[in-house]
C-alpha cells in the first residue's frame, strides 16, 4: 500500500497529462454506482440511512437524496462522454497536428459498444423473452428488434418504455446517435467553440421548452438527444478548458488547494441538486401533475445548471491536491471504470429479475420491500450490487477487451500494409 501511494505521488506531482484525466476514472465509476443504487433500490426500498453516535453525539448519515435521483447521473455519463470524445480536438487545437481520423474513431466507437450490446440483445431475446413468451414471433418482436439494432428503439413507446429488451439500453441509443453527428459537431467547436457551444445549449433549451414540457405525458421526451445538447456542450467545454489550463497554469500548493476547495464547493451544490430532485414531488403537487411527471419536468428544468456543476467540478478536481485526485483515480476505480459498461447493460436487468421471476435470496412474506425485512434487503441489495459486478468481470476480460484488442490490432495491420503499398508505389514511381 506504502508503494501504491508513493507511486500515485510521483505521478501526481507531475504537470496534468492532456492525454488522461485521471480523476474520471472515479467519477464515471461513481455515476454508474449511484444509478444502479437507484435502480436497486426500486427494488429493495432499504433506505440508506444510519445513526452513528461519535463522542455521544447522534450524526445522522442519509444518502436517501442521492440515491433518489440516482437517475439525473446519466447526465454525468454522458457529460463525460462529451468530455472525453472532444479532448483529442482539444489537444489539436493547442498543439497542432492533423485531425483525429474519423474512420478510427468509428471504429473504436463500434468495436466498444456494438459487440456487447449485440451479446446483451442475444441474450434478452433467446434466453429469456422468448422462453418467457414475454411476446411470441410477431410483429411487435421484430419491431422491438429492428429498432434496439438500428438504436432508434427510443422513438416508440413500445420498443423504449415497454421494451421487452433491456430497458437501460436506451441510453446506449442516445450515445450512438450523438456519435453519428459527432465528428462534424467537433470540426465545428474546434473552428468556433464559443458559437457552437451556444447553439448547443440553445437547442437544447428550445427542445426542453418547446418541444417537451408542452407535452401533457414527456415520458417519451425528456430523454431524447435534443434534450442532451447542452449536457454535451458543457462537456466539451470543459475539456477544452482542461487543456488550457493543463498547458498555462504552474501548480504550487495554493493552485492545487484551490481546485480542492472549488471541487468540494461543487460536490456541495452537486449534493443540493440531488436533494431538490428528490423532493420533486412537492414541485409535482405545486403544478397539480403526477409524481412521475413532475420528477421529468424538473429534470428538464434544471439539466443544464445540473451539467454545469459536473463540469465545474470535473475541472476543479483533475487540479485538486494529491489525496483529493487519488480518490477519483486509484486502482480500485480505474478497475470499475474499466468494468463501468458492462455494469450498466447488466445491473437493472439482474436486479428486477432478482426481487421477480427469480425470487433470490427468498423472503418471508410475499413483498419484503413493502413490508420491510430487513435482513433480506440486506441481502438482496449487496446480491443485486454483486452479482452484475462479477458478470462484468467476465464479460469485460473475456469477451468486450479481447474483441477490442483483436479489432484494433487488424486495423493497424491494415493501416500499416495500406502505407506499406503506397511506398512501394511510390518508390516505382
Not at 62 to 74: A, D, K, Q, T, W
Not at 149 to 175: G, M, P, Q, R, S
Request: charged share 15%; net charge positive; proline share 4%.
Amino acid at each position: 500500500m506504502k508503494k501504491l501511494i508513493q507511486n500515485y505521488q510521483a505521478r501526481a506531482q507531475r504537470e496534468v497529462n492532456i492525454r488522461h484525466v485521471d480523476v474520471l476514472d472515479g467519477v464515471r465509476a461513481l455515476a454508474v454506482f449511484i444509478v444502479a443504487w437507484f435502480h436497486i433500490w426500486q427494488q429493495s426500498w432499504l433506505r440508506p440511512f444510519a445513526q452513528v453516535n461519535v463522542l455521544g453525539q447522534t450524526i445522522n448519515i442519509n444518502f436517501e437524496p442521492l440515491v433518489r435521483s440516482g437517475y439525473i447521473m446519466v447526465d454525468v455519463m454522458l457529460l463525460i462522454s462529451g468530455f472525453l470524445l472532444f479532448l483529442p480536438y482539444a489537444r489539436r487545437m493547442a498543439e497542432g497536428g492533423p485531425q483525429p481520423n474519423i474512420k478510427e474513431f468509428y471504429l473504436k466507437r463500434a468495436l466498444r459498444i456494438l459487440p456487447s450490446y449485440w451479446l446483451c440483445i442475444a441474450i434478452m431475446l433467446l434466453g429469456f423473452a422468448l422462453p418467457r413468451r414475454d411476446f411470441v414471433m410477431d410483429a411487435r418482436l421484430w419491431k422491438d428488434l429492428w429498432t434496439h439494432l438500428t438504436f432508434t428503439h427510443v422513438f416508440f413507446f413500445d420498443t423504449y418504455v415497454a421494451t421487452e429488451l433491456n430497458v437501460v439500453l436506451w441510453t446506449l441509443a442516445i450515445e450512438v446517435q450523438f456519435y453519428l453527428i459527432f465528428p462534424l459537431i467537433a470540426r465545428m467547436f474546434s473552428k468556433q467553440p464559443l458559437v457552437t457551444w451556444f447553439v448547443m445549449v440553445a437547442a437544447g433549451f428550445a427542445f426542453r421548452d418547446l418541444v417537451v414540457r408542452p407535452q401533457v405525458d414527456t415520458n417519451m421526451w425528456v430523454n431524447q438527444l435534443p434534450t442532451f445538447l447542452d449536457v454535451y456542450a458543457n462537456g466539451m467545454l470543459a475539456a477544452l478548458c482542461y487543456v488550457h489550463l493543463a498547458r498555462t497554469v504552474k501548480h504550487t500548493r495554493w493552485t492545487r488547494l484551490g481546485g480542492t476547495a472549488l471541487a468540494f464547493a461543487m460536490l456541495f451544490l452537486i449534493w443540493q441538486q440531488a436533494k431538490m430532485h428528490s423532493s420533486s414531488g412537492i414541485y409535482a403537487e405545486q403544478m397539480r401533475i403526477g409524481w412521475h411527471e413532475g420528477i421529468r419536468i424538473f429534470q428538464a428544468r434544471y439539466r443544464f445548471q445540473f451539467s454545469v456543476y459536473v463540469s465545474v467540478f470535473v475541472l476543479a478536481a483533475a487540479n485538486a491536491s494529491l489525496a483529493f485526485r487519488f480518490f477519483f483515480s486509484n486502482r480500485v476505480m480505474r478497475l470499475m471504470a474499466i468494468l463501468s459498461y458492462q455494469y450498466y447493460i447488466w445491473h437493472q436487468f439482474i436486479a428486477a429479475n432478482l426481487r421477480g421471476a427469480w425470487g433470490f435470496p427468498p423472503s418471508v412474506s410475499v413483498h419484503p420491500n413493502e413490508t420491510g425485512e430487513r435482513p433480506w434487503q440486506w441481502l438482496f441489495t449487496l446480491c443485486a450490487f454483486g452479482f452484475p459486478l462479477v458478470l462484468s468481470l467476465v464479460l469485460t476480460y473475456g469477451f468486450e477487451q479481447p474483441i477490442a484488442k483483436w479489432g484494433l490490432g487488424a486495423w493497424k495491420r491494415r493501416k500499416k500494409q495500406e502505407a506499406h503499398e503506397e511506398h512501394m508505389i511510390s518508390e516505382g514511381a
